[in-house]
């Protein structure tokens, strides 16, 4: 089944714990980014990759990096979590010359 | 990026046929229209797609106004499944960053 899959689904943590969201998709995607989604904000993109070794900023990257090492893998680091960090975090993959992208359940973060 | 305006909520009647505006004012002429929708406690979902014409898929049809600076997503029947927030975004794919505003959505209840 052509999916886009996220670990863990729901975290919470403490100031300054490093994390990690694991973000896998098995459609050989070259597109994928993260978006956070908060209450009257909507969904906001936090970086992009357009292929494996290559990825740029999105809207909101503070506080977040990432990395693609493999075309399938995708993941959201956390370096220093901050409260301001809790959100519903969304991953999606999409055919670089495709108009339809893909997106993951869901990580439900809680930094406190 | 050129940013669409949507109302924050609407209601149908179940069976009944929906249509969703958008606009988009400041479109340019490279700019697709996508909609996507969020289900409860899901990730966003691809809609449709369109640039010019009036397109239609198993899910829904899109009517783009002459001057593009509106559209509005036609559900033919609106069913229980189809509450969900929908969001209207414009995207300059040729940037093939896929990089989607996604703004706050009109939220559609389906009233049995």
């Known amino acids: 089944e052509a999916q886009v899959t996220q670990n863990p689904r729901y975290l919470i943590t403490v100031t300054g714990k490093k994390l990690t969201v694991t973000c896998s998709q098995n459609?050989?995607?070259?597109?994928m980014s993260w978006y956070r989604q908060d209450p009257g904000l909507g969904l906001r993109q936090i970086y992009y990759s357009m292929n494996v070794e290559v990825t740029d900023k999105g809207d909101v990257p503070e506080g977040y990096k990432v990395s693609r090492k493999e075309k399938r893998n995708f993941p959201l680091i956390l370096e220093s979590p901050s409260p301001n960090q809790t959100s519903l975090y969304f991953c999606a993959s999409s055919r670089f010359t495709d108009y339809e992208q893909y997106f993951g359940p869901g990580t439900r973060l809680t930094v406190t | 990026d050129a940013k669409t305006t949507q109302p924050n909520s609407m209601e149908s009647n179940e069976e009944e046929p929906v249509h969703l505006p958008c606009n988009h004012s400041?479109?340019?002429?490279?700019?697709?229209i996508h909609w996507y929708r969020q289900l409860p406690s899901q990730g966003p979902e691809y809609v449709i797609h369109g640039l010019t014409s009036n397109v239609n898929n198993r899910m829904a049809s899109l009517a783009i106004a002459e001057d593009r600076k509106s559209s509005t997503l036609i559900l033919h029947r609106a069913t229980l499944r189809d509450a969900a927030v929908y969001y209207c975004i414009l995207s300059r794919h040729q940037t093939g960053a896929n990089n989607l505003f996604f703004g706050t959505g009109t939220r559609l209840t389906v009233i049995p």
């Open positions: 459609m050989n995607h070259e597109y």
């Open positions: 400041t479109i340019s002429g490279t700019d697709y």
